[in-house]
C-alpha cells in the first residue's frame, strides 16, 4: 500500500510533468544567406522593406515531424531527493486540405508516440496505444496560431493521474511568425495560454516568448530564416489526491532556435531548453512545500515532406 509521502510525490511529479509535455510544443548565431539560396527566396531577404514569412500549406501538402522531448526532475521530500526521468518520442504527420476562410484547414494524425518514465516512485509510463493511429482535424493560421484543435481533445491516454488529452501539446506546436516585414536583428513577442484540465489536475500555463531574426542557413536544401527565442513564463494549478489538496506555482524560463523555410513556407527543425522551478504546497493535517527542479529539453525536426 502506498504512503502518503509517496502517493503526493507521484501526484506532484504527475502534475509538473504535464504541464511541462505541454510545452513541448514547442540560442544564438547569427549567419548570413548561404550560397544554395533560392534566388526567390534571397530576392524577399534583401527587400528593402524586409522579410515577409508566412506558412504555406497547398491543398495535399503533407509534413512529417519527429518530437523528442526529455524531462529530468529533482523533488525533495520531506527531507529526501528523488530524481525522475522522462522520455517522450512521438511522429505526427500534417496533412493540408485547402483554405478555410483565410486559414489552412490540416488534418493531423499521430504516426506514433510513446512516454517512458523511470524515477525511485516506479514506473509511471502510460500506455499510449489509444493514441497511435488517431487523426483529427486542426485549422493553422499563416502566422502560425493553432486556431482550433478541438478535435484533438477527445484522444485520450490514461496518465498516473487520470485521463489526459493529446491537445495542449497541438496547441503550441507550430512557432508564431511576426506578422509584419523583418531584417536581421528585429523582434517581436509571441505569447500563449493553455488551460488543461484532467483527472485530479487543473494546471494553467502562461508563457511569453521575445523571437529574433538571427540570420538565414540552408537545411535540407531550404533557405531557412534562423530564429532564437528568450522564453518566460509561469505554471500554476491544483490538484487532490486522497483528500489532500495541492496548490503548484512554478517559473520557467528558456531558449528555442527554430528555422523556417523562407521560399516554402514550412516550420524545419526547432531545439529548445527550458528550466522549470516548482512550488508545491501540500494541504492537509500537515502543512508543507516541497520544492522541485525541471530541467526539459526537446526537438522537432522535419522528417518528409
Not at 507550430?174 to 516585414?181: E, T, V, W
Not at 534562423?226 to 489532500?244: D, F, K, L, V
Not at 514550412?266 to 512550488?279: A, G, R, W
Request: proline share 5%; charged share 20%.
Amino acid at each position: 500500500m502506498m504512503t502518503k509521502r509517496f502517493s503526493i510525490g507521484r501526484m506532484a511529479w504527475a502534475a509538473g510533468i504535464a504541464a511541462t509535455m505541454a510545452l513541448a510544443g514547442c540560442a544564438t548565431k547569427t549567419t548570413t544567406p548561404g550560397v544554395a539560396g533560392t534566388t526567390a527566396a534571397r530576392t524577399a531577404v534583401t527587400t528593402p522593406a524586409g522579410l515577409v514569412l508566412e506558412y504555406k500549406m497547398p491543398a495535399g501538402r503533407v509534413l512529417r515531424y519527429q518530437d523528442s522531448t526529455e524531462v529530468s526532475e529533482i523533488t525533495e521530500v520531506m527531507g529526501m531527493t528523488n530524481e525522475s526521468h522522462s522520455v517522450l518520442a512521438s511522429s505526427v504527420s500534417f496533412q493540408a486540405k485547402g483554405r478555410k476562410d483565410r486559414d489552412h484547414l490540416v488534418g493531423v494524425t499521430i504516426d506514433d508516440i510513446s512516454l517512458t518514465v523511470t524515477g525511485p516512485q516506479g514506473d509511471l509510463s502510460p500506455d499510449m496505444k489509444p493514441v497511435k493511429g488517431r487523426s483529427f482535424d486542426m485549422v493553422l493560421s499563416p502566422l502560425g496560431m493553432e486556431v482550433d484543435v478541438s478535435g484533438a481533445e477527445a484522444i485520450i491516454y490514461q496518465f498516473a493521474t487520470g485521463p489526459r488529452s493529446v491537445a495542449p501539446g497541438f496547441k503550441v506546436f507550430f512557432p508564431d511568425l511576426p506578422g509584419k516585414p523583418i531584417q536581421i536583428g528585429d523582434a517581436w513577442p509571441s505569447s500563449f495560454v493553455i488551460e488543461d484540465k484532467s483527472g485530479a489536475t487543473n494546471m494553467r500555463v502562461d508563457a511569453q516568448s521575445v523571437n529574433t531574426l538571427e540570420g538565414f542557413e540552408t537545411v535540407d536544401g531550404m533557405e531557412c530564416a534562423r530564429i532564437a527565442s528568450r522564453n518566460t513564463g509561469t505554471i500554476s494549478g491544483t490538484g487532490n489526491q486522497q483528500g489532500i489538496d495541492l496548490l503548484f506555482a512554478s517559473t520557467l524560463k528558456g531558449t528555442d532556435v527554430w528555422y523556417f523555410a523562407v521560399k516554402e513556407g514550412i516550420y524545419v527543425k526547432s531545439t529548445s531548453e527550458t528550466v522549470n522551478e516548482i512550488s508545491i504546497t501540500v494541504n492537509g493535517p500537515q502543512t508543507m512545500t516541497i520544492p522541485a527542479t525541471q530541467t526539459r529539453k526537446s526537438e522537432v525536426k522535419l522528417a518528409g515532406r
